[in-house]
Each structure stands twice: as C-alpha cells, then as structure tokens.
C-alpha cells in the first residue's frame, strides 16, 4: 500500500453532485491532493482527477506568516478556507466522518483534522527536521484499523459504502422502470462513485440498508454544521424512498 501525490497548483476543482443548469459548482483550490492508496493508487490526470479520487490535500505558502494558527490577522481567504473548502469536498463527495489535511508554512507544517463540529491542529514541525513526522502520519492513515475497499484510509464512515458495478447496474434498471426513461439516465440516477448504501442500526442483524442513487440536496457553503444531504433511495426490495443523510455527534439523540 502506498500513497501517491499530485501537484494540484490551487486550481478550481468543482464538486460536480450532479448538478444542472447553470449553478455554479461549488469549488475548492487546493495545491496538493493525494490518491486513495487500495481504489486510486495511481491519480488521474489534474483535468480528470474528481474529489471521488483524493483522500488528502496540502495547502502550501511560501512564508510562516501564512500559518493561520499564530498570525491573527492572516487573510481570511488563505490557507484555512482553502483547507476547509478542500476537506468539505472531500466528506461531501465520499461521506467521509473526517478529513486531514496538511499545511505547510515556510519551513515549518501541520496536520489538521477536521470534521463537522471544527478541527484539531498539531503544533507546528520542522518537515526537514523531523522528516518522521510525516512519515508516521501517512502510515497510520493508510491503516485504519478496519482497512478494506470501502475504508482506505482513516475518516471512512463503516454505515457508508460504494456500490459493486453487479449492485448499481440492478438499481440503474429498477430506477429506469420507476422513472421512465425520457429524461435520461444521467437525470435519473447519479455516476456509479457517488451512489452509496446507508445502513441504519449501527452492527445489528437487523439493520436497515438502502441505496442512495440520486442525491437531491446538499449543504455545499461550509464545512461546520450538519452536512445535511438528502437522497432518493431505494430498499433492499426496491421500493422508493427519500434517505436524509446528516452528521451528528454521538452525544446527541437521533432524531
């Protein structure tokens, strides 16, 4: 297992959840991104590469002024908005619990982990210096303690997971036989990466699973809150249904 980088030079890479019309896709600028090292070990091409593939991303300046962790008045739009934007992609797109990223300032770097109620920094470290920081980082990230397919790397979410070419082409078929076939199949149901299950009841036997093959609405404008996403669905016997998908502490009751 491995990981592999790519230089992404703060280009716009857009969230595209299947998105019509002329609204603009909500976008983020990050200046490195990584692949997921069992499913992408390899990246596509900068112009092909989707936030499906990137399980990482680095932001990079050029002076420790721009560490938003000990200057006050750093821009507003700087580094941790690029962070942030780039983490809220990525939990958008995969469903993840939680992101990392790195941020790197002159010499010196930190490790952010964030997920929808804020974000934890590590104090900054010399990378040259101390080269086994990063190297001890990677290597726990790429063995979650429960690796497989569907959990590549640490933040996975285990009551989410993609669907099988075998599983998505039944549910292509089913929808086309709800939802006719006028609109076309991009109009009725979502790309392959982006339709997932959900499972309800945690670990239980008799847990509740369903399959989420077109998403209706997503809060894209900010990586803090719920990160409420809304699906149409399926059962395990086909019938429809809507799935409203949010994040939540395990300190606070289900609704």
């Keep these: 297992r491995r990981i592999t980088f790519h230089n992404s030079q703060r280009e716009e890479r857009p969230l595209l959840l299947g998105q019509t019309g002329n609204k603009k896709a909500y976008y983020a600028t990050p200046d490195i991104v990584a692949g997921h090292p069992a499913t992408h070990p390899m ?6 590469a989707t936030w499906w593939d990137v399980s990482l991303v680095g932001d990079v300046n050029a002076n420790e002024e721009d560490d938003p962790m000990t200057t006050p008045n750093a821009d507003p739009a700087g580094s941790l908005e690029r962070i942030e934007r780039s983490v809220n992609c990525i939990m958008l797109a995969q469903g993840k619990l939680y992101v990392f990223a790195l941020g790197v300032y002159g010499r010196l770097a930190r490790i952010y982990r964030v997920d929808r109620a804020g974000l934890m920094v590590s ?6 210096k101390q080269p086994e920081s990063i190297s001890e980082f990677l290597t726990r990230f790429i063995k979650p303690s429960i690796p497989g397919p569907d959990c590549p790397v640490l933040g996975c979410d285990e009551t989410t997971w993609g669907l099988t070419d075998e599983e998505y082409a039944r549910v292509r078929s089913r929808v086309r036989k709800l939802e006719g076939t006028a609109q076309g199949t991009a109009a009725v149901i979502d790309p392959i990466e982006q339709c997932r299950w959900f499972a309800l009841g945690g670990f239980a036997k008799n847990r509740t699973e369903y399959i989420g093959y077109k998403l209706v609405s997503a809060r894209e404008d900010g990586v803090f809150g719920r990160g409420t996403a809304v699906w149409k669905a399926l ?12 994040w939540h502490p395990l300190s606070c009751l289900s609704e």
Excluded: C, M, Q, R
């Excluded at 990246?43 to 092909?48: A, E, I, K, R």
């Excluded at 104090?123 to 040259?128: D, G, L, M, N, V």
């Design 43 to 48: 990246l596509p091409t900068s112009s092909d």
């Design 123 to 128: 104090p900054p470290f010399e990378y040259a």
């Design 235 to 246: 059962t395990t016997d086909g019938e429809p249904v809507i799935v409203k998908d949010i």
